[in-house]
């Protein structure tokens, strides 16, 4: 990931009994991520709950902010700041 073109493979489509009985042998189906928080965290920090609850990304957005800190060679806070300003 980040700087490097990668090319997804071609796997047969997702079959339950395949993957998990044959060997991992057919592709993984994209996933929901839930996001979850303290029940006491609106009240305490509404911004950020509205934050999680617009926040969406993809691996395209990851594979470029890792990217950025490889060749900016920038830890994960500088990181962060970039995800914001960009994203």
Partial sequence: MGRYDLTLLK??????Q????GGYTTEIP???VTISVNQSLDDRAPEVTEFLSNYETSSEITSEVLAYMEEN???EREAAKYFFDEY
């Fill in 73 to 75: 060679d920038v830890d």
């Fill in 30 to 32: 994209s996933m929901e």
């Fill in 11 to 16: 796997e047969p489509e997702f079959n339950e």
């Fill in 18 to 21: 395949n993957y998990y009985e």
